[in-house]
């Protein structure tokens, strides 16, 4: 069999899911806007990577006001501010932590949630967000004081809703126990890094939070940083995103010896992809949102073509059964499994 790609699917209409247990539709694929707005790709390039989305359906745009030093929110504020969409019909959201080089505007305290959030909609030319996330979480800042500075935002009207994210679900249930305790309002999300190499936290520990609390989650990074393609096989290719000033890590990740096993495990997955049609990044997708409670899972793309190749996935989820599933599993040997 050649290991070349499957031609990929073509990109269907994107359905919607509710964000956790809130009454919030959001896109089952959103866009995210890391690495490639305002950094790697021309603000006309990223304008038309938003309307090719909007057009299929998707309703979810990610930033945060860390991304290319505020240039993203910028940028897709911009994009925004020149479209005639009307406000109602889509979902923005952006992250809250590192704002600045001055102690105050880093971290979780009532101070930068505020200061920051109303930064990130000036960037934004926006009224309000729809969901801001907390970044990450705070060891410097009490709990009791960020859930009372989200409901205030909240209350305030710069944002609808709020998550939290790459929080551990101890800290995620802190802040829903003390919302009930005090009368706020709890995070509704949780965004996590999720794809076929990292599995413990969406699969294990997200779905009970889900049940028990209704926190739903967005996942980011379907292909390890654009590991999960067969574009890599040992090499690093120029036009890569592992090439850009600043993303050595990711470099040194993909050539380092876990890098190089993983990408042997990607095409290992060639024939599988080739079975049902697909290109890898599709098959790698797909698996994705089949995880119970991922309300979204968030594309990071540098041109419209390969954000209409991504969308094909959607097409590739419901040929994914359980024994498909289970293949992959066997492929891969990295299935987690509940603790005794």
């Known amino acids: 069999m050649s290991l070349m790609e499957s031609p990929p699917l073509p990109a269907a209409s994107v359905s919607c899911r509710n964000l956790g247990k809130s009454g919030l539709r959001v896109s089952c694929l959103g866009l995210g806007t890391w690495v490639t707005f305002g950094s790697q790709i021309s603000d006309e390039t990223a304008e038309d990577v938003l309307t090719v989305a909007y057009e299929h359906g998707v309703n979810l745009f990610d930033t945060a006001e860390v991304y290319a030093a505020g240039k993203a929110e910028r940028t897709l504020g911009n994009i925004l501010?020149?479209?005639s969409w009307r406000r109602s019909s889509y979902v923005i959201t952006t992250k809250i932590f590192w704002g600045g080089q001055a102690e105050t505007e880093r971290g979780l305290s009532r101070k930068h949630i505020i200061e920051?959030?109303?930064g990130s909609l000036e960037r934004l030319q926006l009224g309000y967000v729809d969901?801001?996330?907390?970044?990450?979480?705070?060891?410097?800042?009490?709990m009791e004081e960020i859930v009372r500075a989200m409901t205030y935002v909240i209350n305030q009207g710069l944002a609808l809703y709020w998550g939290t994210s790459r929080w551990g679900a101890a800290e995620i249930m802190e802040a829903y126990s003390m919302a009930r305790q005090f009368n706020l309002i709890p995070p509704v999300c949780e965004q996590a890094e999720h794809h076929l190499f990292q599995r413990e936290k969406v699969e294990m520990q997200l779905p009970e939070l889900y049940h028990k609390i209704g926190v739903g989650s967005v996942t980011w990074s379907p292909l390890a940083c654009g590991l999960i393609t067969s574009k890599y096989d040992g090499r690093v290719p120029d036009t890569c995103r592992v090439t850009i000033k600043g993303y050595q890590w990711l470099k040194d990740?993909?050539?380092?010896?876990d890098g190089k096993k993983q990408q042997a495990k990607v095409m290992d997955l060639l024939p599988i992809a080739h079975q049902l049609g697909?290109?890898?990044a599709q098959l790698a997708i797909a698996w994705c949102l089949r995880s119970e409670g991922v309300s979204s899972v968030l594309l990071g793309v540098s041109s419209a073509e390969q954000l209409i190749e991504h969308l094909g996935a959607l097409q590739v989820l419901s040929q994914l059964?359980?024994?498909t599933v289970m293949e992959i599993d066997g492929l891969l040997g990295n299935k987690p499994h509940p603790k005794k």
Do not use: M
Not at 131 to 142: G, K, L, T
């Open 253 to 257: 990740k993909v050539q380092s010896e």
């Open 81 to 83: 501010k020149s479209k």
């Open 131 to 142: 969901i801001v996330f907390a970044n990450r979480s705070d060891p410097n800042s009490p």
């Open 116 to 118: 920051g959030l109303r």
């Open 278 to 280: 697909c290109t890898v």
């Open 321 to 323: 059964t359980p024994q």
